[in-house]
């Protein structure tokens, strides 16, 4: 299958916290691009929810607000077998690090 997106995704794990009510979850990025990432997690959002992100690169703490665009919830003892397990999220707004975050990605 091809790949349709026109934006490039990065394959990077990275140590993610998200939620609806602040970011209390943890969970790794699978991939990420300038847009949004795939965050591999059991504790999946609803899709359409709007949750905060925080995750830092080279010591620097990135914060982002994003949507749940779709979600992926296994039971907990297939969760390492599922392939895409998880929820794609697209940013909406940086609070913090929005500079960093883009360097990073170039650096990649």
């Given at each position: 299958m091809t790949e349709k997106r026109i934006i490039r995704r990065l394959k990077k794990r990275l140590t993610v916290h998200f939620g609806i009510d602040?970011?209390?979850r943890v969970a790794f990025s699978e991939d990420v691009s300038t847009t949004g990432m795939f965050i591999r997690t059991a504790n999946v959002c609803p899709p359409n929810s709007r949750i905060r992100i925080e995750f830092t690169v080279d010591d620097n703490l990135i914060q982002v607000d994003a949507r749940v665009?779709?979600?992926k919830k296994v039971p907990q003892n297939l969760f390492h077998l599922?392939?895409?397990?998880?929820?794609?999220?697209?940013f909406l707004r940086f609070q913090a690090g929005e500079e960093h975050f883009l360097r990073f990605l170039e650096g990649a």
């Open positions: 602040g970011a209390s665009m779709w979600a599922a392939k895409k397990s998880g929820m794609g999220v697209r």
